[in-house]
């Protein structure tokens, strides 16, 4: 049985602690200075950290990136290792606790924007179109309802925020002022095409990708950027099953949307406003959340996944 993980307290170097990640400085298997990155079992919805987890969702996280990693093997991408006997510094029972939830990564500047494609409106994308008739200020068919799918994928970046804060949208232009045109042409093209190539392999499995977001840093002054952090993972991504799909309103999901229509209801009866700290989530919504991510797994991969 998999065991819980909220924290860690690892004996190396500069720890940093993210909504659901914690990152040391560590040693590369070929020597070089690099990051463990560790996927905790931490839940964050709407930019809160909940007071509770789910046990094993970090394993889930880190090996559903691991395998889209591989797949867009020619992108390149900071993930070195997953393997938690190539991390040095640590005790047997550490490499027990983090056995499946770590990557070894080359260090990077990250790019301060959030590259985020929608195939279909839905989330805040719907909100935004129902008062404006545009998501992220680029305006849109009338007549579009909850869950549609959009004729062409949109590029919508946002701010990244700080733990506790809220990512905002941004307009392209925007982005071009924060980051440089060539990087920010470059992301918004990069994003594009990973989203239709994962689009167009999810549904083949069963699986709608309505919308995933990406993180980009630079490696040693490098002008390319790379890809890092996760990727199409169920806290990254919305996975809709193909077969129940009904324009209209919410889909079934694959992805932590039952934590935010459960968090929803809360905020509908005034039990909570979106802000930290965040509420503890009941045995139910945590344990139909990890039913979730496991079938969305086992669709991608085409394999169980064994906690």
């Not at 179109?129 to 992220?136: D, L």
């Not at 701010?159 to 918004?188: C, Y």
Request: proline share 6%; charged share 25%; aromatic share 8%.
């Amino acid at each position: 049985m998999v065991q819980l993980v909220m924290t860690t307290d690892l004996n190396l170097p500069n720890k940093r602690v993210g909504k659901v990640r914690d990152i040391y400085d560590a040693q590369l298997p070929n020597g070089d200075a690099g990051l463990l990155i560790i996927a905790t079992d931490r839940i964050s919805a709407f930019d809160v950290v909940m007071e509770n987890g789910l046990a094993g969702k970090g394993v889930v996280l880190t090996q559903i990136s691991r395998f889209w990693f591989d797949y867009f093997g020619t992108i390149p991408h900071h993930l070195v290792s997953t393997d938690v006997e190539d991390v040095t510094g640590i005790s047997d029972d550490e490499r027990a606790m983090l056995k499946g939830r770590i990557m070894l990564c080359k260090s990077a500047d990250v790019l301060p924007v959030e590259c985020i494609a929608r195939g279909y409106i839905t989330g805040s994308g719907w909100k935004d179109y129902q008062k404006t008739g545009m998501v992220c200020g680029i305006p849109l068919p009338e007549g579009l309802v909850n869950s549609d799918r959009l004729e062409e994928p949109l590029f919508t970046p946002s701010t990244k925020a700080e733990v506790g804060d809220h990512d905002e949208n941004i307009s392209f232009d925007r982005g071009v002022e924060v980051v440089g045109r060539e990087h920010m042409e470059w992301l918004r093209d990069t994003t594009m095409s990973l989203y239709k190539k994962a689009r167009d392999y999810s549904l083949d499995r069963g699986i709608i990708l309505a919308d995933t977001k990406f993180e980009f840093g630079l490696v040693d002054g490098a002008k390319a950027p790379i890809l890092i952090d996760e990727i199409f993972t169920p806290d990254s991504s919305r996975f809709w099953p193909a077969d129940l799909w009904k324009p209209g309103g919410e889909q079934p999901s694959f992805d932590k949307q039952y934590v935010r229509n459960y968090l929803e209801t809360l905020v509908g009866e005034g039990q909570w406003d979106k802000t930290p700290p965040g509420p503890s989530l009941p045995e139910d919504v945590l344990a139909n959340t990890m039913a979730r991510y496991l079938e969305a797994y086992e669709k991608l991969t085409g394999s169980a996944l064994e906690l």
